[in-house]
């Protein structure tokens, strides 16, 4: 379907067609029609206009402009999607409540400058009782609200009402500032006026007590917790935070002194140590954090003053100047600004709640997602890229969809480029119904949080940010880019295996822009570090957002019990610490949901037979916190309340955050105190001066307790070890302790960028020349670079140092950074191979299934069509699996979709565009395979990994493993053999499969059905005369080679041999070091003591003596108990609806 086929749905816009809104050629149209009709309205706005884009007006200037030219713009979007009656509306809605602000001004101010004065309260009643009858005559006149509606409305009106004649209501006047006085001060006032805005004040800023606290009551590890009166309850994953109401925006908009009159806007443009000195840099607040303002210097003041006008669109039309991917900035986003505004003393304009206001009050109106989209790509309110440009012939690759990436991709189509954004995540597709058909109402794109399909689309704003914010707003984002001629979006791209630099070139594409994110968490090297329990931080997070595993139809395992604990004081942190105890409620009544229905299927005594004895532990723990659960909600449902489930989480063990330092110090507290004041609030404790220092094991190895040395602060304030240690409870341990910059392409790639310790070198382009840069001072710094060390290749985001820590930051590095990008890659014209190479990336990066066999029992081989995921492959490297949500079947309330599945790629060298792969049905997800259907979209991201390290010189080589060597022979055999190497194999299995495939590869294979005979027959391998052994197998046969080799082999191995052995144990993103799922210790092979954690996706098969094989087993342990609830719960789905499969 083109666009030309569009299904009107009734939106008809004025003398305009909706197609043209999506072409450069329309857009400039509308650009000129808009031009025309400002002159006919003011010829000299229309003269400054012009002047503003050729950059020849002053900021204040500017400012006066856009504040002008706003109104008219607002008009002429209203009329072009003929909306007037309903932009009308609002415009009424906003001045609806001018008399509650107008109130405030006059009687509230007053009031305040009584209340030393007046301290007789007994007076209120009397004065209650008159106002009562004053609002009662005042109600009967015509056009008032009642008090059932809207008191404070109502009172303010009445005031103003007095205003209107001061004369003759001077008494009146007097009587009513009074009752404000006294209303703020006895009991029976506070309760008329706790919600009203009029009487809201700000509250003055103690930076050393930003996040109110309380010691618990009696608790032996000296926590902290929100003050009880501030605690509420959590359910579930629905949107957590409904945002203010118009009336609270406005109050905030009236709060603001527009310091744009006077150029004192550092909201936007950062606090200055001296106004007139800007030499001097900018000021640092007393929690140390530089006062930047807003990283894209958004037009703060000026869209206050034209949002308290009553122009929404006007307003939206001044934040998108700047941010036209507001959408995704704003409330429980971003912060900045709110952090230089000019009430440094006391509470700022509550900026981010305003920004999304005015972008929710345009999206609720008629065909309000068709003016965002249209503001995104034409605003002739901004000085550059006011519209789209034609098509350059530039084509640009942009690794990495997150908001860095999406903001580039945007600017860079602004600019006439052709864009291809890349993610290494699975992209759900968009329905094509949105794409294709103009949108009347924003409540269709929407869908309930805890029920929404993770699209993926996103990166860290999908799988980073909690439900404290509200992800349909990524939708909006998504929907622009995919109705742009010229972007082409795919998921399951990986940089540095699927896409290269060099690859890159020879695709066609001019430029290359790095914005994959962050990195490599960073592990925790204390004693028993990664115990089953315990896992990154940034991978729990991620297997909530992307796997679905909140939803009551998901099949994902996702295992945290209680008491929790999470290590590290950031933002990751508190993150994690409200969606563990949020999720725990969501799992365990899952849980009890599915084993009832096996029980009553199956049988009780059947069904516990099929878990080892710690699984029923923790299956009962979890059956008896269900029904204490269920039982809780129950009885809150007949006592008409919220369930009290704080209380028994705590009951529990709850959810702690234990910190090094106090909370002050921590970096939530600093970059964002909001954070740490709702997480409080959602019943999380705080223990301060803990440092880890070892994990407590139970009698199965899992997680018991953490043990922590106890720090406190000497007189100068630094933190030293006092001689107290303390245990916290904890079966689940989650650790955010910081991450490294995304550098994984250079690690794979050596040598390919400078760097400069763990990130990139960065470069400016100075007169043509590259100049390396230091990226070390802060988000407004005038000279920066984002180039590497290639110029055709740019780093932005969160993995350029200087724009690291915050999606707005990551925006701005786009905003800041496209420019750059467009001097090194110049231009060209017209259409010229466009459709040729959107055809050509269209072939190379899709992957579909050609085939899907069983090849046994248990073993099924799928062979995927995926030309450049294909030819990339190298010996050894394996692939992410996953089939689309989207396309999954949905039973009885469970979709059918799968966890990522690791395996190895096996080639074809006749079909060089198709890799197939060996899947060994083990659990739910590896079974679920069996339902995928030929012709279908498939989610292949790779190659990932290692490829095999061949030796140079022709030698024999000898290959030992279970079933799981099958895979890899057919993998790196080819290979080796066409290095000239013998190949030897031992393969222990009950179960040999495509024996005449391997048999072509290996110059000799030994067959055996027990692992207890495998040494054995690798003694019949001619031992001494082998260098090289992989060992590819389960974690119990690698102990059982590993022991051997230095017991019973020793005397008949080769001094000079060298064993490789498989790591594979549990992944899930398999993105080189994002998640951390992956984390295995590696050993000292003298002292046996652990050395280091390091990620297996990257490195799957490592020296033998080097590897710690016993935590390979502990972290594919993680989430035993779940997934064999999950294996029996899918038998039972394909038994009752007679599933079709292979």
Known sequence: MTRDNFIMTQLQLKEFNFSELFTANGLAKLDHIFLKKLTEIDKTLSEQLKQYRAGKLSHSEMSELIIQCAPILEKFIAELFQIESAVADLYSKTHHHDPIFQFKDYYVHHAKRLIKSVTDISQFDELQTWLNNESCTFRSSPGRVSAMQDLELEIAQLGMHFLSNENKYKLEIEKLILWCALAMQCDAGKKIIRNWRSFHQPQKKHFENLVPMIPVENDPYSRFEAPKDKQRERDGFTLTDPRMSLREVLDEIHYCVYCHKNEGDFCSSGFPVKKNNPEMGLKINPVGDILTGCPLEEKISEMHTVKKSGFGIGALAIVTIDNPMCAVTGHRICNDCMKACIYQKQDPVNIPEIETRVLTDVLDLPWGVEIYDLLIKWNPLRQTQYAEKPYNNSKIAVMGMGPAGFTLAHHLLMEGCAVVGCDGLKIEPLPEKFILNPIYDFNSLKESLDDRIMAGFGGVAEYGITVRWDKNFLKLIYLSLMRRSHFQLFGNVRFGGTITVENAAALGFDHVAITVGAGLPRELSIPNSLAPGMRQANDFLMALQLTGATKKSSMANLQVRLPSVVIGGGLTGVDAATEAQAYYIVQVEKIHQRYYILKSEIGEENLRSRFDTQSLIILDEFLLHAEKIISEKQNAKKENRKPHLNKLIREWGGVTIAYRKSIQESPAYQRNHEEVIKAMEEGIYYAEGL???????????????????????????????????????????????????????????????????????????????????????????????????????????????????????????????????MEVVGVGAGENDYVAF??????????????LKRLSKNILELTVKAPMAATQCKPGQFYRIQNYETSALLLDDSRLQTETISALGILNTEKPDEISFLIYESGASTKLVSTFKVGDPIALMGPTGA???????????????????????????????????????????????????????ADKIIYCDDEKNVIDEMKKCDLQNIKTIFVVASSSLLKTIQHARNTTLKNALNPEVKFTASVYGSMQCMLKGVCAQCLQWQIDPVTGKRTKAVYACSWQHQPMEIIDIDNIKERLGQNKMQETLTNLWVEYLFEKHRVEKV
Request: glycine residues 8%; proline residues 4%; contains cysteine.
């Open 691 to 821: 440092e880890p220092s070892g994990v407590l094991l139970d009698e199965y190895g899992d997680c018991a307790g953490l043990t922590c040395r106890s720090r406190v602060q000497d007189e100068s304030g630094d933190w030293i070890f006092s001689t107290e240690e303390k245990i916290l409870p904890a079966k689940s341990i989650f650790v955010a302790t910081g991450a490294k910059p995304n550098i994984a392409y250079e690690f794979e790639h050596r040598g390919t960028f400078a760097r400069i310790k763990d990130a990139y070198q960065s470069y400016e382009m100075i007169n043509g020349e590259l100049i390396a840069t230091q990226n070390d001072s802060h988000i407004k710094a005038e000279h920066f670079g984002i180039f590497t060390s290639n110029s055709h290749v740019s780093f932005l985001g969160d993995t350029n140092p200087l724009f690291h820590g915050s999606v707005v930051k990551a925006i701005a590095s786009a905003k800041r950074g496209y420019p750059k990008i």
């Open 838 to 851: 959107r055809e050509k990336i269209n072939y190379l990066l899709q992957a579909e299934i050609i085939s």
């Open 947 to 1001: 490829k095999t390290n061949i030796p140079q010189e022709p030698q024999t080589i000898l290959i030992v493993g279970n079933q799981f060597v099958i895979p890899y022979i057919l993998s790196a055999g080819p290979a080796l053999k066409a290095a000239g190497h013998k190949i030897f194999a031992v393969i222990q299995s009950n179960n040999i499969i495509v024996k005449d495939r391997i048999e072509k590869i």
